[in-house]
């Protein structure tokens, strides 16, 4: 995908301006990246009128400029992470779009808080376990449109990683897959569910 020089101004006024540039980079990797490339080419297939997203897990905001520059129709994005360090930064990583009333980051736990979005995402399905997941499901509309990311990538931050995308589905108790897919990177294998509850 493409990204626009205004955009990428705003990346990197973000990433020097947070408070650990180095760990903000992390946002950066190849592999988050195209993960999240992967994700939007995937999500665009089931978006076909203007919706709302609850990013959760949004960590510095990426993946919401990712999707404002791509042929999503969004009008507007909530980015949750429970870290009060990523607000800040997200709110710059998606400036265009905050000043424009589009894109507001907030810090909170995503197990606490309901979503009445038309899409939730949580790529940070590794980061809660099965109870804090299951919790989180109930806080969703039931017709909302769900985009899970997980792992197989065993590092002590993951707590609830997958073996297998099979397992993955599990995790994730959905009825209604719209597609599930994995993706091989270098390190890890990343896994994805579109789905509804
Ligand atoms: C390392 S990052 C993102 C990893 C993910 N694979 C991705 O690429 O989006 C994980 C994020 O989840 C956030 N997080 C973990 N538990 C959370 C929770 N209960 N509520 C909200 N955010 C949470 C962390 O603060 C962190 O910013």
């Given at each position: ?29 190849s ?8 994700l ?6 089931h ?38 360090l ?51 499901l ?34 994730s108790e ?24």
């Amino acid at each position: 995908m493409q990204i626009d020089l205004e955009h990428l101004h705003h990346w990197m006024q973000a990433i020097r301006q947070s408070n650990n540039p180095m760990r903000t980079m992390d946002a950066f990797w190849s592999g988050q990246l195209r993960s999240k490339e992967w994700l939007i080419n995937c999500l665009d297939e089931h978006v076909h009128v203007q919706s709302t997203i609850d990013i959760h897990g949004g960590w510095v905001g990426v993946l919401a400029s990712m999707i404002f520059q791509s042929n999503i129709p969004c009008s507007y994005i909530r980015s949750v992470d429970i870290d009060p360090l990523c607000e800040f930064t997200a709110n710059i990583m998606n400036q265009i779009e905050y000043n424009s009333g589009r894109f507001k980051a907030i810090t909170a736990d995503m197990t606490n808080i309901r979503s009445d979005t038309d899409i939730v995402i949580n790529t940070s399905c590794e980061h809660i376990t099965q109870d804090q997941y299951d919790l989180w499901l109930t806080g969703l509309r039931q017709d909302a449109i769900i985009v899970l990311q997980s792992n197989n990538y065993n590092i002590p931050e993951h707590i609830r990683i997958a073996k297998s995308l099979d397992e993955f589905v599990e995790q994730s108790e959905l009825t209604n897959i719209l597609y599930k897919g994995e993706l091989e990177l270098p390190l890890y294998t990343r896994y994805m569910i579109i789905g509804q509850k």
